[in-house]
């Protein structure tokens, strides 16, 4: 029987995380051989400063024979996502086919359950690989992919980034708090990101508002994530559209992209390439040292693949999502 733990972060010793570590950096290797080696930040940074806008984030770590073999990340959305939990499970390459995946996703399945959750979606499921068909034994069902994409900053042409906007438009920029004149209108924008493809998941755009950026605003001060937003905003001065992107502290030579999003009614005039040159050129102004910058795309998003293709990036990886009802 495993012995399931809640992850401590902050009681968490050197000896724990340097086996959580090699858990992740042998599953990685294993499963995703064209990506980057995970570095030991790369694993604390995943725990002290995931992805805020996804929701509040739990880690469980399965032990056998004080050994830790498995760990699953649960993220719990929230404002307009309480029925799913979001989760990520690695078995370490030594001791699969073993059932202690199965073993773990049924222990956490009531936890899950008392939180609230009916849905489960697994994400960043190897493309074909051996935890898809895993996911599969057990009832779940593939409804999106995703890619992630890297650019190499020695690499890019940077001229590529010279992108002005179009008429009758005009970028903002901010780092931080968005400005409290613009904060209404910067949540309905946000909203636009809901007409992303998402396959089959039900995971949805959160219900925007201006409670809501600003609570995301103090999550990203609180775990000191330095987070920078573009904006398009319109002649008659409504926010149109934006682009986010951030440093976390502990991976200080990536920058990481996030939502980019243009509302319906002001698409196809190149705003999303524009507010994305801008914000690299600003970024990589300020932090010369940066070697990489991160972003991750809907499989089915073939537009937004092809201007990060455009800006520089590169795709090194595709990962599948799947849902199953707990």
Known sequence: MLDVRLFDADRASDADWDALH????????????ERPPMTREETISGVRAPQIQAGEQLVWTAHRDDRLVARAI?????DGNEHLALVRLHVHPDVRRQGIGTE????????????G?????????????????????????IVHSAVLQIMELSEADRARWDVAPPPGYRLMRWAGAAPEPLVSEYAKARAAIGDAP???????????????VRRIEASYRERGIEHRTVAA????????????????????????????AVLAAHRGHGLGLAMKSAMLRWFT??????????????????????????????????????????
């Open 285 to 326: 102004a300020d932090r010369p040292g940066v070697a990489q910058v991160w972003t991750a795309t809907g499989a089915g998003n073939t537009h937004m693949i092809a201007v990060n293709h455009r800006l520089g990036f590169a795709t090194v990886q595709a990962g599948s999502v799947v849902s199953r009802e707990l």
């Open 104 to 115: 773990l996703l049924h222990t956490l399945e009531p936890k899950l359950r008392a939180l």
């Open 198 to 212: 998402l396959g089959e998941s039900e995971f949805g755009a959160p219900d925007w508002s201006a409670d809501r």
């Open 22 to 33: 090699e858990l992740q950096f042998s599953a990685y290797r294993l499963d995703f051989p």
């Open 233 to 260: 905003v319109s002649s008659g001065g409504e926010v149109v559209g934006l682009t986010e992107m951030e440093s976390r502290p502990l991976l200080p030579d990536r920058l990481h992209q996030g939502d980019t």
């Open 74 to 78: 649960a993220t719990l959305p929230a």
């Open 117 to 141: 959750r009916t849905r489960v979606e697994a994400w960043n499921l190897a493309l074909g690989g051996p935890g898809e068909r895993w996911a599969q034994d057990l009832g779940f069902r």
